[in-house]
């Protein structure tokens, strides 16, 4: 414990920036920039996969390329669990943070210069293993920079959150110029004839390598020893002998009875969190697809290329999230507890799928297949609306999601437990791969409302489920 709190005493030598520590802004702007790398590769990603060989793209078959989808990003919340403990046990989260940015920086250079099925499969093969490496660890790193019991912690992860979405918003803009403009080619009438999409994937991989070079040159400087020793080691380290009977009291003490019904709450509500994903992750398959073919993207002569409508969510996000974070504190949002919350994410999940439902109205086409004509596409304020309550409802679930397990999980089983909550992802993610594939077989309208009503009648029975959710968790809100 003394190496650790004299750690921190350096840490907080060095000053401060609105606050924080130093180290906390260098966390914010690597995190940041891996975010610009996987999601600007994510917002082409559905579309190279889909269009023509002569526009560029590799010509899969739209079913078969939302499954790709669907696996790939179930996967890369299935590594982080296998990441985590690597770093805990064997190289420390500095080695595998670097490890993780090198590997991410090989894939997204794979999808660049080999633009085949071959590359493809490769390219994201290599983005899973990266990001397992890449992504508990930066995150745990945060919580190191502080004493145990400051306030300031919580405020740190919303600041860390930030650079999340401000790279989820920054790189679908950068990338969709890039691929629809710069390195596009075009006929005479201005139409697209050929997309830059390998130009994306190079963009996405030098946003990686400056997130990596940026955490390796300042690390030492900003923070010092901080995730340099694995996790284990460290905490062997710096438990006495009166401490470690204590850990092994703890440890070998059975569950309790409410322990017990905390356990039984989490596991309850990642049951209904799967279905959730499963919804909102269309926004990067179907949605992406539908957008791309029948919303009318024109904005005053201006055709917005369709990656760029993946920046949405996040610019929701920064610009809804302190209003939440508002709400949820005021005297009538603490009022509602987290089943409360969490059923009104999925409801408002449901209502947004029905704005995409009534888009489908308002498109006229003729002919079937590869011979369909689109001769009038939906507005786009149907698919705005979308986002704006996906956003909402997302703010309703997510973090508060992630919190509620941090305060009903026991001590010895939380870090399994939070693994339970990201495998919720991981089978959301392969499921939603699943429901985007059948787009074509059974039509837009007929899946959009479909969803819709399977996850409002889902919010709708967790809150007649809420009081009884609320007696299990005994206290906790």
């Known amino acids: 414990m003394a190496n650790s709190e004299n750690l921190i005493d350096r840490i ?7 606050g924080h520590p130093k180290g906390l802004f260098l966390l914010f702007f690597t995190e940041m920039w891996e975010r610009f790398s996987y999601y600007g590769m994510r917002a082409i990603l559905m579309l190279y996969m889909t269009k023509l060989w002569i526009e ?3 010509e899969i078959k739209g079913e078969s390329a939302s499954l790709i989808y669907g696996y790939f990003t179930g996967f890369v919340y299935l590594t982080p669990i296998i990441g985590g403990w690597i770093a805990d046990n064997y190289l420390g989260q500095r080695k ?18 080999v633009n085949t099925h071959l590359g493809l499969g490769i390219g994201l093969t290599l983005l899973i293993l990266g990001n397992g490496m890449f992504k508990p660890n930066i995150s745990t790193m945060v919580g190191q920079l502080y004493r145990p019991g400051d306030n300031r912690r919580d405020s740190a992860f919303s600041i860390f959150y930030m650079g999340i979405n ?15 403009n710069v390195f596009a080619v075009k006929g005479n009438d201005g139409q697209i004839l050929s997309y830059g999409y390998k130009y994306g994937f190079l963009a996405a991989a030098i946003g990686m390598a400056v997130g990596q070079i940026l955490f390796n040159w300042l690390s030492p400087k900003y923070l010092l020893e901080i995730g340099v ?4 080691k460290n905490k062997n380290e710096s438990i006495t002998s009166n401490d470690t009977t204590l850990l092994d009291d703890t440890s070998k003490k059975p569950l309790s009875f409410e322990e017990k019904q905390r356990i039984t709450v989490i596991f309850i509500l990642t049951f209904f969190v799967i279905f959730f994903w499963a919804g909102f992750e269309q926004a990067g398959s179907s949605m992406t697809l539908y957008t791309d073919k029948y919303i009318d993207r024109n904005f005053f002569g201006w055709e917005i290329p369709t990656a760029i409508f993946q920046s949405v969510n996040p610019l929701f996000i920064v610009a809804l999230g302190p209003i939440f974070a508002w709400f949820w504190s005021s005297r009538f949002g603490a009022k509602l507890t987290t089943p409360v919350k969490m059923s009104l994410g999925m409801i408002l999940l449901g209502i947004g799928f029905l704005f995409m439902l009534f888009a489908t109205y308002s498109v006229k086409t003729s002919g079937s297949g590869d011979a369909e004509v689109v001769q009038q596409k939906a507005a786009l304020i149907w698919l705005v609306m979308t986002y704006f309550f996906h956003t909402i409802g997302e703010l309703c679930l997510s973090p508060v999601g992630l919190s509620v397990v941090t305060k009903l999980a026991p001590l010895k089983l939380a870090s399994m437990l939070m693994g339970v909550w ?22 837009a309208a007929t899946i959009f409302v479909s969803i819709a009503i399977f996850v409002i009648s889902l919010g709708s029975l967790m809150l007649l489920l809420t009081k009884k959710l609320s007696n299990m968790m005994h206290g906790v809100n």
């Open 166 to 180: 401000l790279g989820a918003f920054l790189a679908p803009l950068v990338i969709a110029v890039l691929t629809d």
């Open 229 to 232: 020793q694995p996790g284990a």
């Open 12 to 18: 907080e030598a060095q000053g401060t920036i609105f």
């Open 96 to 113: 595998s943070i670097t490890i993780g940015g090198i590997t991410m920086f090989l894939g997204q250079l794979v999808l660049f210069s």
């Open 422 to 443: 990201m495998l919720a992802s991981f089978v959301a993610n392969i499921m939603g791969g699943y429901i985007a594939m059948y787009v074509e077989k059974l039509g």
């Open 56 to 58: 560029n793209g590799l």
